[in-house]
């Protein structure tokens, strides 16, 4: 019997081994059938995982466990691939696709760069110690044809688990889908940036399923609502379904409301974000229910451009519950409207969470309504930029019950604000320190820009932009005199903030650059603002070889400013030099010119 109850253990131990080589050989989050070799990117270095088991004791799952490794890769990378070896595999794919798929440059550039995730699975198909990465990968791609669609969405800002279910079954090759394929031309030619388009792909499958021509009429129709094209890129990027169907009617309801207000439908593209969806049902509800409050047209137009979060944010859901929670303390309508009208700050994201810290707090030391009524109407502008210790934290510093510190607050409201976090505290001792003229001229301008005082946002770009808040008006206002909407500018500046950190004098050499000697638009700044981060040297070079090339039809005449800066040397080399007998010399010849 105590023979029998020993050979149970062991059975059951070496079961429990067994397991846990398994799961360490294939790991439980893919399905053993369909393992495909994976590479974690972690090293060149690998090693072996080695299963131990006795044959006499597990001999059903012997088999099983040769077939598994037999298709399982047990290898782990300790170090990241490095850059030479990332980008000789981006060289590699790029080849393929531009050589042999005969994809135009501009889309085997895009895809090549923005699939990591595919190009790491391409460098598991290869040795580990192959030296030349760029012969190995080419070598094995011309016998081993890829399936296009995995880096094309990839690239398009779809990751893997997202496009995995968009893969069509029979299909290989992305000229297959001719008709998807138009579609994402029609958009990206449109302006749409090619890494939002995975979102439209993701939420309106649709569009790209419309015949020839039919995309590019939605588009239009909005414009022709009064929107600039701008707008429309924004739109579409933040809003895919608006090009489902027709043109969406309570979208176009919120359209002709502010057309009727000073602020303007181009209001609309200064502040939507492609991270996040709307509700233009409710955006309008949110419209017009500050109308019914008293919020005229002049008030109402000035509070969206100073405060958009009003009805952008959550489509004014935000503003909603914030009204809700007020009138439960007993706050009336008309006193709620004021505290908007007076400090429309109070909907930041900071202002809400203040708020909502302090009526948390004055509800759990259990104050009466009227008595929170009074301290929110007299001190609204104090709670917004206050952040307030626990109710406990406090009781416990001061040594006193809650009963007792609710009613010190009765008779002493203002020492509410005495009970603020230590990071407040901090905060505001540091921006004290600064110089105070400096100070108030730059958070002046950022304000303009529609930076919240006070804000984390605020306090970031404070670090970011160097110079006096004149001259940073200065290059500001020089962007907006080449032609450039003042929306527009901002919006540039929040996606690379390091513009305004150059002088005056290069960013109108950049900017003659790009318009005259390159005759593009000024609005090509929209899509590539980091153009105007690039030295220089490299512009001129470029640029005059590019010129030269496109006089003699060896290049296509409108590459995007972004395609002929971004690529490395070596390439752009092969792609932009000896593509032309005569181009090495003229190449050479720009360089010695230019030194």
Known sequence: MLMLRNQKKVYKSLNMITHFTNCIAFPSSVPRQSQAPQRFDLSRVSFTVRCFQIQSCVRSDKSELQQHLSQSPTRFFVNPVSRGTRNQAQGALFDYLHSTRSFTFTDAEHISKNSPHFLSSLLSKIDDNEKDVSKALTKYLRYNPINEFEPFFESLGLCPSEFEQFLPHRLMFLSDDGVMFENFHALCNYGIPRGKIGRVYKEAREVF????????CKLRAYEDLGLRKGTVIKLVSSCPLLLVGGVDGEFASVVDKLKRLPVGCDWLGRDLSDSKTYSWGRILETMEFLEKMGCKEEKLS?????????VIEGSGRKFCVMFGRLFKVGLQVNEIYSLFIDNPE??????VKNIRKT?????AIRMETHFIRKILLSHM?????CSLQAPRTVCVSLNISQDELCQMLKKEPLRLFSFVSSTTKKRRSKLLSEDARKYAEKTAFLMRLGYLENSDEMVKALKQFRGRGDQLQERFDCLVKAGLNHNTVAEIIRHAPIVLNLSKDVIEKKIHSLTELLGYPIESLVSFPAYLCYDMQRIHQRFSMYLWLRERDAAKPMLSPSTILTCGDARFVKYFVNVHPEGPAVWESINQSST
């Open 209 to 216: 399923r419309y015949e020839s021509g039919v995309l590019v």
């Open 302 to 310: 000035s509070l969206l451009k100073t405060y958009p979060a009003l």
């Open 346 to 351: 109070m909907l930041s994201d900071k202002c």
């Open 359 to 363: 009526l948390d707090f004055l509800i």
């Open 381 to 385: 502008e104090l709670i917004g930029s």
